[in-house]
């Protein structure tokens, strides 16, 4: 559970983390695809090509769920920045700042 949250929390252990995955997943997906064939005939062992390919796809989406998820906290982040950067700027701009009254 701590673990989980570390990786949701801090942004490069996220990144990190989607990284990881997806190498692993495509390790797992050239070796289905080459020198794992013969053992992961369907005909003899079904079970085993049915496990292997549903944890191949489960890597898959962890990758994506992390990506998505780290998208949408870059963009709530920019969000707040921006309304920061705007209301500082409204403070400097306002009728009431000395600035405003070396203008006139």
């Known amino acids: 559970m701590h673990a989980t949250r570390g990786v949701i929390r801090d942004q490069s252990t996220r990144r990190k983390t989607m990284f990881v995955v997806l190498v692993v997943a495509l390790v797992l997906l050239f070796s289905g695809s080459t020198f794992l064939q013969s053992n992961l005939n369907p005909r003899e062992h079904p079970v085993w090509v049915i496990f292997y390919w549903l944890v191949c796809a489960w890597l898959t ?44």
């Open 61 to 104: 989406v962890t990758a994506m769920l992390l990506a998505l998820f780290d998208m949408l906290v870059v963009r709530a982040r920019t969000r707040n920045a921006g309304k920061v950067l705007r209301n500082k700027l409204s403070e400097t701009e306002s009728p009431g700042s000395p600035d405003s009254r070396d203008n006139e």
